[in-house]
């Protein structure tokens, strides 16, 4: 074959795919997921396979980043046509009207059928009865155990702490300032992160977050404040997000954790020893379950171009083959009648499955970030020894009382 | 002059002044702009939106957080000046002495400052954990300590540990600035003053420092401004708490904006440190207008 020949081959094989290029319509999505297993990968590979009409193109967002890179193209308006969000913030940009209204289209959807989603991720995505995203996992928190340090401790690690009395005692004999050992570890950090795994110990208490400043929400603290001042957590947990304190559980100085199933690669991989998961513990005599949930939601951004394939992207997102793919990384179906087949931690996972019965979603709330916020606050004024927990959680209830009379959650 | 030459003149001229008024004026306007108005999302992709005159100012003046970071960027910056003009002078001079590998080292040392914040911010977090930190380790192995210092979880030290890891930071920039300012000292000022009979001491008091002194208040002025803006070290290393205690106005005017969705009120946090940045900066040009003349 000549050259010439050759180039206008090639000429005509790069105009074919040219025009295909043309009728193919990108669909951009912004996650923050960069580990390769996670399901958005295998998801968006199949998406793109399965059609002709649309292609995703993802860009990958820092976890950290991703609420102000949403701000800033808001502020910009190049908002991408797909994203994903953390729950909690999904009420504070529908009730700015920054995310379209999808309701109709999962009324009208063949492929989504709400009945079967679990509540809490549900309620997440609803505000003044619109829904505005939908969820694409969730998780919840659980308790991380070291059974190695269990028996040399002379604990039975088949008989994990059921209540905060048996925690508070399992602590105190794990603790081994010698050895370097805190009993327990949890996140106290300054961001949502220490909210999210303080409202589980709230609500087993029987406390709300309408009711900050009543006795048992001051216990549900006290019993926080209690752990780090006698010495069985660590008082670096004020400084630690949740990544952190699973760093140092696995590094064998926390015997036990407070975290969710999202770390279960990480400590698969990096935990040499026997690690192991229970449900979180109830309140001595109230014995109520609770953990929080959490996860992040598929929303589309208002300004999107491509709304339609955004929302048949959504729907390809939420079969089982997709969700199936989810616990690879640890992350749950939102949706109760998805089974994963033969799971990887097949343990852990019938734990997380049992502890997502008692999840409960943060919010709805336009405010939430400012609900959160002095809630931390008193968490870290009290853990610090700044103010007894009494006093700080008062002064949170006065924080955020004005803004849920305004608008209650 | 020549009126052939002005066309030209003028494109040179308009040049940086359009630059300058996209790149710097700009921002800066929409900012104060932005300070006076209530942002919400809803309004923010817009220019106009609700003026709410100084509303957002008087609301972070009563926010008891707000007047706790100002003292915080206050003593963050004074403690960054007086440490890095004078650890920064102390190693200049000893650079300044021949010895093998001095000029390798000085540049050795230059290569903190050339990494970002970022990396400093978890290399320091490293090194100031409190069980396995090497801080502590050292410490304790010197029997200074007997109890872990929790560099990052006491409300009372963790300013202490960001400014150390800032001075640490920023210092070898200052070192450079001032090591630049010695080798334009004369040498024969100090043989002058050798033979009038001058030690050490006195030749460092009557030469060096008058010598350096424009330079030494340009460091300072430019070290209060490298300080007014850190953020990324902090963010790595406390994120600015615990409970603030670490916390300084471009972080909290990060977190009032992406974190609170509190627009107006980042807006006002930032107009704050523009002015003060702004004053440090006139002091900065004319010191430099005196070096010139000088």
């Known amino acids: ?409 | 002059m020549a009126p052939s030459r002005s066309p030209l003149l003028h494109v040179f001229l308009v040049a940086p002044v359009v630059y300058l008024l996209a790149m710097v004026g700009f921002p800066i306007l929409y900012n104060v702009a932005m300070s006076v108005q209530d942002v919400t999302l809803r309004n923010l992709a817009q220019l106009v939106r609700p003026f709410v005159g100084l509303d957002n100012f008087r609301e972070l003046i009563g926010d008891p957080i707000f007047r706790k970071v100002f003292v915080n960027s206050l003593a963050f910056v004074g403690v960054n000046v007086a440490g890095q003009v004078s650890l920064g002078l102390l190693a200049a001079l000893f650079f300044a002495e021949s010895f093998a590998g001095a000029h390798f080292l000085r540049g050795l040392l230059l290569a903190t400052w050339m990494l970002p914040g970022l990396v400093v911010g978890a290399l320091w977090k490293w090194m100031f954990a409190s069980q396995y930190g090497v801080v502590n380790f050292v410490l304790a192995a010197l029997h200074l300590i007997r109890e872990p210092v929790h560099w990052l979880s006491d409300p009372a030290v963790a300013m202490a540990s960001v400014m150390i890891a800032h001075v640490w930071y920023i210092m070898p920039f200052s070192m450079i600035l001032i090591a630049a300012a010695l080798t334009a000292i004369p040498q024969d000022l100090y043989e002058a003053a050798a033979l009038d009979g001058a030690g050490p001491l006195a030749r460092f008091r009557y030469v060096t420092l008058p010598a350096l002194r424009p330079t030494l208040l340009a460091v300072a002025c430019l070290v209060t401004i490298y300080s007014m803006r850190a953020f990324d070290m902090i963010f790595a290393l406390t994120q600015g708490g615990p409970l603030d205690s670490s916390n300084v106005l471009p972080l909290l005017s990060y977190q009032f904006s992406f974190q609170q969705f509190k627009f107006g009120m980042g807006a006002a946090v930032g107009t704050f440190a523009v002015v003060f940045v702004l004053a440090v900066a006139v002091v900065y040009v004319r010191t430099l207008k005196q070096d010139v003349r000088a």
């Not at chain 1, 048992?216 to 001042?229: G, K, N, P, R, Y």
């Not at chain 1, 949930?293 to 300004?303: R, V």
């Open chain 1, 1 to 409: 074959m000549s050259i010439r020949k050759l180039l206008a081959g090639l000429a005509v094989v790069s105009c074919l795919m040219a025009s295909e290029a043309i009728a193919q319509k990108v669909i951009t999505l912004w996650h923050p997921y960069n580990a390769e297993t996670d399901m958005i990968y295998y998801g968006i590979k199949t998406f793109n396979e399965s059609q002709k009409d649309y292609r995703i193109e993802a860009r990958l967002v820092p976890y950290t980043q991703l609420t102000a890179e949403m701000i800033k193209a808001v502020a910009t308006g190049t908002p991408p046509d797909l994203v994903t969000l953390n729950d909690p913030v999904v009420a504070s940009f529908a009730s700015q009207e920054q995310l379209i209204d999808i309701t109709d289209r999962i009324k009208n959807s063949k492929v989504i059928n709400l009945s079967v989603y679990f509540k809490g991720p549900q309620i997440s995505g609803v505000w003044e009865g619109r829904r505005y995203s939908i969820a694409r996992e969730v998780n919840t928190l659980a308790l991380y155990y070291n059974a190695d340090l269990f028996r040399a401790k002379g604990l039975d690690p088949d008989k994990p702490p059921k209540t905060w009395a048996e925690v508070r005692a399992a602590a105190e004999k794990l603790t081994d300032p010698a050895g370097r050992v805190f009993g327990i570890g949890f996140c106290a950090h300054a961001s949502e992160q220490s909210t999210f795994q303080f409202l589980p110990w709230l609500w087993q208490a029987g406390g709300s977050i309408n009711r900050l400043d009543s006795p048992e929400s001051i216990e549900a603290l006290q019993f926080w404040t209690d752990l780090v001042q006698k010495g069985y957590a660590s008082k670096d947990v004020i400084n630690q997000q949740q990544n952190d304190v699973t760093n140092s559980f696995m590094a064998g100085n926390y015997a036990m954790a407070v975290g969710g199933p999202w770390e279960l690669p990480r400590i698969q991989k990096d935990a040499k020893f026997d690690w192991r998961v229970t449900t979180l513990p109830v309140k001595d005599g109230k014995n109520i379950q609770a953990s929080s949930l959490g996860g992040f939601h598929f929303a589309i951004p208002k300004g999107a171009k491509e709304i339609d394939g955004a929302f048949r992207a959504i729907e390809f997102m939420s079969t089982p083959a997709i969700f199936q793919d989810g616990w690879r990384s640890g992350l749950m179906a939102p949706r109760s009648d998805v089974e994963i087949k033969a799971p990887l931690w097949p343990k852990a996972y019938a734990v997380f499955r049992e502890q997502m019965k008692y999840a409960i979603q943060r919010g709805p709330h336009p405010q939430w970030p400012d609900l959160s916020r002095p809630i931390q606050i008193a968490i870290q004024e009290a853990l610090t020894g700044v103010k007894p927990p009494a006093q700080a959680l008062k002064e949170a209830a006065q924080k955020i009382q004005p803004i849920l009379a305004k608008q209650p959650l």
